[in-house]
């Protein structure tokens, strides 16, 4: 894999035909499936659970499936995605009620863990938990939709992260979600993002291998 990591988010995929999507995105040169998982509760949107990342692993899906819960309560999804093929799962710290102990529930099935801040959360929620973290994902956008414009501020906070990253000396993913375009990813990624997800710009063009190499060309820049 590349240092720099695309994950297309299958919220903007064909639902009716969400295999074959989602294999024409990998074969189109995407490194990772990010899968938003929402539950109109924790946010005002309802998409998929484990049953559907399960199918994807039966339909033959072997690439990383990097589950962003955005759910409340998180616990019990945890086991579920775990057995249904994740490699990665992230939450929201304002859904759980002991962070720790969900990072830790997280490891313990087997997966990468991470947490996902907000726009408004604040960075401190980092401080007492960067040793159970491989990933940091900052939202460049609230929650719950697809298609929105990406968040300027997010850029100062991403610097700020990638700082805390490296100063902890730990091998951690940083990670951006959220209004991510060919026009935009390579000042994101001179802020110090290394994984890209992005749903629209990429499954709302008819050549997906277009839009992903042209911001792979832009990551090169
Ligand atoms: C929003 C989701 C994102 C979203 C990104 O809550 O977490 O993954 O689908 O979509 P775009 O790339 O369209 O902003
Ligand atoms: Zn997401």
Redesign the pocket.
């Known amino acids: 894999m590349s240092s720099f990591l695309i994950a297309p988010?299958i919220?903007?995929a064909d639902f009716a035909r969400l295999g074959d999507d989602v294999a024409r995105v990998l074969a189109a040169g995407a490194d990772v499936v990010?899968f938003?998982v929402m539950d109109n509760h924790y946010?005002p949107n309802l998409t998929f659970g484990p049953m559907v990342c399960q199918s994807l692993r039966d339909f033959g899906i072997t690439a990383p499936i990097d589950v962003?819960l955005?759910v409340k309560p998180v616990d019990s999804l945890v086991p579920e995605f775990a057995k249904a093929g994740a490699d990665i799962i992230t939450f929201h710290p304002e859904a759980s009620d002991h962070v720790d102990r969900t990072l830790q529930l997280i490891k313990d099935h087997g997966c990468k863990a991470g947490l996902v801040l907000n726009p408004a959360t604040p960075l401190n929620i980092l401080d007492h938990v960067m040793h159970r973290l491989d990933v940091v994902l900052l939202m460049s956008?609230n929650?719950?939709?697809?298609?929105?414009s990406f968040i300027p501020t997010t850029l100062d906070k991403l610097r700020a992260v990638k700082q805390r990253i490296l100063a902890s000396g730990r091998d951690i993913r940083l990670e951006i979600?959220?209004?991510?375009k060919v026009d935009n990813i390579a000042e994101i990624a001179e802020a110090g993002a290394d994984m890209f997800?992005?749903?629209?710009?990429i499954f709302s063009q008819p050549d997906y291998r277009t839009v992903i190499e042209q911001m792979r060309a832009e990551l090169a820049s």
């Not at 979600?177 to 991510?180: L, Y």
């Open positions: 988010s919220l903007s990010h938003d946010v962003h955005m956008v929650p719950g939709f697809g298609g929105q979600d959220g209004g991510v997800v992005a749903g629209s710009a």
